[in-house]
């Protein structure tokens, strides 16, 4: 549990010596994003990458209400804000 809500850890078999890639990103690239993401707080993640769903694969207009809608209070005390934050951070446009 996080900020109230459960969330999953995953992890992989190999040692990180050995990976080469992650899905079509390098090591190298990936490393910073996860060095990120693990100082971030799960529920932040989880409207973060919620977010991006909305806005480039739904498509939908107003993902900010949208959000609301499907994530209620996970959105207040600046969470959404932090959502926000952390996708501009890396590069990701909403």
Known sequence: MSDGSPFSIFKTRKPVEEIDSIGRLS???VVPLLDRFSKS?????????????????ERVP????EL????????KNG???RAVELLSEIGVDV
């Open 62 to 65: 107003n993902w900010r209400d």
């Open 41 to 57: 707080n799960s529920t932040v993640l989880e409207l973060a990458a919620t977010i991006h769903w909305l806005s480039h694969v």
């Open 27 to 29: 090591v190298d690239d």
């Open 68 to 75: 609301v809608r499907r994530k209620g209070s996970k959105t």
């Open 79 to 81: 969470r959404m804000e």
